[in-house]
């Protein structure tokens, strides 16, 4: 692969590359967005369609900008030094697939790969809400609980690339929903955009005067709506979530201690609704001294935090 030069001026191509949406941008070294491109991602049985789409794209980029390397994001488990990605499950043609290497051999550019909830991490930490820390724990609360761990200022990856699994922590271990990893009762099945979908058709029956019966249409959008409205039945959903949340976030404190918890993705939209039920399960669990040290906060980057992660990642340290 192309090594990067480091004394470079020019921009990264950085790309977060989701089951539905393939989003990227050009970033400089202080990070700042200059440029920004999105389609839809390939839906191909094979990976060169995608590598066709990023090449195509970066080739766009290159008429009017000079880019010096290209970074990509990827929902799953990917091994940075091979730039490997290993699973992602909702982009199977890439597992096994060496993205990097096929980038970077077609653009002739040094190419890094990296999971998109690390890379988000990395972007609250640069440009977001943890600027100045050195150990987080970044959450992003969409149609899954995605986790990035950064400790004394560095990512950390596990053995195999596959760590900081937060969504798929057990907060209910007896009873406990069944999760898409085969376990149950994790706390992606109480605290992503899905779970409180989910969880307001189940206790629906029970209130029978809110404004979300009947709706087939349900978006976890439209039960915040209802929620500052004061719908009981909304209000219900995000106490549950918020402490099941909390109850995930005190074992994470308790085993960290970090400085900084930085909470991101569309369901933050209801964090009014679910901050006190979140607060009040910390407070009951974790150890009173390493709860009062720790900044509970919401993400700042929103969707571009994987995209500015990515550009970071790809430029010297
Ligand atoms: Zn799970």
Redo the contacts with the bound molecule.
Sequence with gaps: MVTADKTDSGLIFAADLGGTHLRAATVDRCGRIHSRFKQNTPQVADATAIVDAIVKAVHEFQKGEQITAVSLVVPGTVKVEEGAVVKAPNLPCLDGFRLAEALSSRLELPAVLENDANAAAVGEMWQGAAVGCKSIICLTLGTGVGGGIILDGKLWRGVDGAAAEI??MCVDPFGGVA?????RG?L??FASATAIVRMTREASPRYPDSVLQGREDLTAAMIFDAGKADDELALEIFRRMGMYLGIGLANLINILNPEMIVIGGGVVNGWDLFEKHMHQQVEERAFPSLAARVKIVRAKCGDDAGLLGAARLALPS
């Design positions: 969504g798929h999760c898409t990893c085969g376990s994790c992606e099945v």
